[in-house]
Antibody, heavy 119, light 108 residues
Framework: QVQLVESGGGLVKPGGSLRLSCAAS????????MSWMRQAPGKGLEWVSH????????NYADSVKGRFTISRDNAKKSLYLQMNSLRAEDTAIYYC????????????WGQGTLVTVSS | EIVMTQSPGTLSVSPGERATLSCRAS??????LAWYQQKPGQAPRLLIY???TRATGIPARFSGTGSGTEFTLTISSLQSEDFAVYYC??????????FGPGTKVDIK
């Protein structure tokens, strides 16, 4: 069965950095675009970034552009999100998700990892 | 950017009753619309894609209709496990992928 397990969240000071990871299993990882979403406490869902099957194509929400970098390692079946220059408003649960082949909806989601940006 | 809106913000329904949730796009998204369910403390789960196709394992009491800018998610007979927040999401014109603000379905 499809499993996505995020890790790497935690408490970080404003201006700091954090790297999130998402370990995938139960499917051919290299066949799918992958994405990160986030959800601030008590708020709705926000798409953050996505990456093509071979790392050649990435996109970012304006709110994180220039600060976050998405990448993947198909050999390790892992997705990453490098987050720099973190701000209080980046505080959220971060979810990785598999994008369906052919259409761009989010088929499967991980359980999320909490990132708290606070001094 | 396509802006998604949902109504109502909260829907109070008794178990066994029908629930109708609405989603509107600021411009046409054709049928490129998905619905997700999120229970407290859990990740979102895909319910519907292509505006009307149920995802794998989703019960038949969930149905989606609509195209263009107006969409509806109907839960024909609410079960206790259906009380949750429901989000719509467009994937017609991206980036960015955009979600609606959600409709909370709670027990009346």
């Amino acid at each position: 069965q499809v499993q996505l397990v995020e890790s790497g969240g935690g408490l970080v000071k404003p201006g700091g950095s954090l790297r999130l990871s998402c370990a995938a299993s139960g499917f051919t990882f290299s066949d799918h675009y992958m994405s990160w979403m986030r959800q601030a406490p008590g708020k709705g869902l926000e798409w953050v970034s996505h990456v093509s099957r071979d790392n050649s194509y990435t996109n970012y929400a304006d709110s994180v552009k220039g600060r976050f970098t998405i990448s993947r390692d198909n050999a390790k079946k892992s997705l990453y999100l490098q987050m720099n220059s973190l701000r209080a408003e980046d505080t959220a649960i971060y979810y990785c998700a598999r994008i369906s082949t052919g259409e761009s909806y989010f088929e499967y989601w991980g359980q999320g990892t909490l990132v708290t940006v606070s001094s | 950017e396509i802006v998604m809106t949902q109504s109502p913000g909260t829907l109070s329904v008794s178990p066994g009753e029908r629930a109708t949730l609405s989603c509107r796009a600021s411009q046409s998204v054709s049928s490129n619309l998905a619905w997700y369910q999120q229970k407290p403390g859990q990740a979102p789960r895909l319910l519907i894609y292509g505006a009307s196709t149920r995802a794998t394992g989703i019960p038949a009491r969930f149905s989606g209709t609509g195209s263009g800018t107006e969409f509806t998610l109907t839960i024909s007979s609410l079960q206790s496990e259906d009380f949750a927040v429901y989000y719509c999401q467009q994937y017609y014109n991206w980036p960015p992928f955009t979600f609606g603000p959600g409709t909370k379905v709670d027990i009346k």
